[in-house]
């Protein structure tokens, strides 16, 4: 048996449908379940641990680390993609006049953090797509002395777009610009180097790629961004602490290196006990794996689709298209609901289009799955 066989029967949802919506969540294996449910299986049993809890979270911060090619010390633990959007928004001291750069292809999560940063003054440049398409020039282009920041995803969440980051770094480090990656598309299922791409935060929820649960994410920040930010919220944390010793108690933070400065008060355990499981999956399945599968089979797709005649709006470059495939079709309600009915998970985003996205778990039968159903949507 290969390990895609093997990594596939650990989702039980694939041996009833062809589950092509990874986009919007993941499937939860029962590996990653039973991981959230034995931790609220300790305290039912009055087994609460919190210090080992603790050492459980840096734990997987450095297998998080490693799984993005970043460090540990600065992964902070979140809710979700737009806490670690915002603790970047809010973070950071900006001046009247300062502009920050976003693209019109964004998710609000990567929207609305940065445009409520208007009332502080700072001027938000939207660099517009051609039929959904940017590119970093079209990005470069917004770019002038007063520019601080530039704020992108990795993989566009409509098309499936993929961003030069790494061009798109050399550019922001060559100019002191932050450059702030929405990861959350491309997590766990492309191989990337935040550190080497010169990234300054990478923000990701744990529920798409990275095959959690939801309610638990992770910001990595560079070393000097993490110098540059003050908490937007303070709490207890891991170096954060209270200093009551003399007659004005102090704040104390041991190490301002350390991204948990960023961290308030008890983290989403149950959730990092998930999200740990769930790298035991990717780990096993092996992210240099991972990643030319689910291109394959993304390929497989979308040249099966054009041959069928249907619009596909996603890019067809290799060095642009990532695992999601997105439609143009005349009803898109109407075709989810075809699509349904075959037995295909799929979504509909804002744009209108039918949003198909495949996964680890996904072979070339779901893709023949898919395009006999997708058959109808040329029509």
Not at 82 to 109: C, F, M, R, S
Request: glycine share 8%.
């Amino acid at each position: 048996m290969s390990w895609q066989d093997e990594f596939r029967q650990l989702f039980p949802i694939t041996q009833d449908k062809a589950y092509a919506n990874i986009a919007y969540t993941s499937p939860l294996s029962p590996k990653v379940a039973g991981a959230v449910a034995g931790f609220f299986d300790s305290i039912t049993y009055a087994r609460s641990d919190k210090p080992q809890w603790l050492r459980d979270a840096d734990a997987l911060r450095v297998r998080v680390a490693r799984l993005i090619g970043g460090n540990a010390r600065r992964v902070a633990f979140t809710k979700n993609t737009t806490e670690g959007l915002n603790t970047v928004a809010h973070g950071l001291a900006w001046q009247d006049g300062d502009n920050l750069i976003v693209d019109d292809q964004e998710h609000p999560t990567n929207a609305l953090p940065w445009l409520n940063l208007r009332r502080r003054g700072v001027e938000v440049r939207v660099a517009k797509a051609q039929s959904h398409r940017y590119t970093v020039d079209d990005l470069w282009q917004q770019v002038d002395a007063r520019t601080r920041l530039i704020a992108v995803s990795w993989v566009q969440y409509g098309t499936g777009l993929r961003t030069d980051i790494a061009e798109l770094g050399r550019r922001c480090a060559e100019r002191g610009i932050w450059l702030i990656v929405d990861g959350i598309q491309g997590a766990g299922l492309l191989r990337a180097q935040v550190d080497a791409w010169q990234v300054d935060a990478f923000a990701c929820g744990g529920h798409k790629g990275l095959l959690g649960p939801l309610g638990v994410g992770f910001l990595h920040v560079s070393a000097k961004l993490l110098d540059a930010l003050d908490p937007i919220y303070i709490g207890p944390s891991g170096v954060t602490t209270l200093d009551k010793a003399g007659a004005q108690w102090q704040v104390g933070v041991s190490d301002a290196t350390d991204a948990r400065r960023l961290e308030t008060g008890n983290l989403n355990y149950p959730g990092i006990a998930g999200l740990a499981g769930a790298l035991d999956l990717i780990e096993w399945a092996q992210p240099e794996r991972i990643e030319p599968w689910v291109l394959e089979l993304s390929q497989a797709l979308s040249e099966g689709l054009r041959a069928q005649g249907v619009h596909v709006v996603s890019p067809a470059d290799p060095e642009l298209r990532s695992t999601t495939t997105a439609l143009r079709v005349s009803d898109p309600a109407a075709a989810l609901d075809h699509l349904t009915r075959e037995g295909v998970v799929a979504s509909v985003v804002e744009y209108g289009y039918v949003r198909l996205s495949v996964g680890a778990y996904n072979n070339h039968e779901d893709i023949e799955r898919i395009l006999r159903a997708s058959r109808a949507l040329a029509a």
